[in-house]
């Protein structure tokens, strides 16, 4: 079945650093959601994308638009704030209907 | 806007008991979603309804497992005969539209002995 594949598992970065996630599918996604799931296990969602790039704050994504095929989060001047586990999921559509698929996750420690 | 509300927020049953858990969607959404998620097989989807109407049960158990929603304001997922096995987080998600985002609610952990 359609497949969700996220890198890295475990991210571990300094205060102030960028880095980014990033998502594969297997098959053309129709959009792509990225969430953070907090201590309490609530997933908040950060970006909900069909196509392009949005930015809030010292978070970006981008969904390919060209293939459809993979989505990054970007994290810039990371902080302590930041730590938590992410997730993309993605909708294929179509036959596959509107469920989503979600990747295995990040789980993002920010250090001092 | 009070976002989707889940109930109960923990639930614990005996091996063989049965489990009713319920969710509230943000008011005005027409899709309605099932998902678990576990340690071993991470989120995963159940169902989803749509106007109330059943579309997609294809994750569900095929059996024990069965959702409804009887009107636009709340869906629930049974479980009969609650094995070990249904221990997991059980989220309920709504979007105002299909295909739009999806807004999670903050899950039922269910636990059972």
């Known amino acids: 079945g359609d497949q969700v594949e996220q890198s890295p598992s475990a991210l571990s970065l300094h205060e102030g650093t960028d880095s980014a996630l990033r998502c594969n599918f297997t098959?053309?996604?129709?959009?792509v959601q990225w969430f953070r799931q907090n201590s309490r296990g609530s997933l908040i969602s950060l970006f909900y994308?069909?196509?392009?790039t949005k930015e809030n704050g010292r978070l970006k994504s981008a969904f390919d638009s060209k293939e459809r095929r993979y989505s990054t989060l970007h994290i810039r001047d990371a902080q302590l704030e930041d730590s938590g586990t992410y997730f993309c999921?993605?909708?294929?559509?179509?036959?596959?209907?509107?469920?989503?698929?979600f990747g295995t996750g990040t789980l993002l420690s920010v250090k001092p | 806007n009070a976002g989707v509300i889940q109930t109960p927020r923990h639930k614990v049953t005996g091996k063989g008991q049965e489990a009713t858990l319920w969710c509230e969607p943000i008011?005005?959404?027409?899709?309605v979603f099932w998902y678990r998620q576990t340690i071993v097989q991470g989120l995963e989807f159940l169902t989803y309804?749509?106007?109330?109407?059943?579309?997609?049960d294809s994750g569900m158990p095929k059996e024990r497992f069965s959702a409804q929603m009887p009107n636009q304001s709340h869906s629930t997922l049974k479980i009969q005969s609650t094995q070990p096995q249904d221990s997991a987080v059980y989220l309920c998600?709504?979007?105002?539209?299909?295909?739009?985002?999806?807004?999670f609610g903050p899950g039922t952990r269910l636990t059972v002995l």
């Open positions: 008011s005005g959404h027409s899709a």
């Open positions: 309804f749509r106007n109330q109407a059943p579309i997609d």
């Open positions: 098959t053309t996604m129709r959009s």
């Open positions: 999921a993605a909708e294929a559509g179509g036959g596959s209907g509107n469920k989503l698929i």
């Open positions: 998600a709504s979007s105002l539209a299909l295909g739009a985002e999806q807004f």
């Open positions: 994308l069909a196509s392009g």
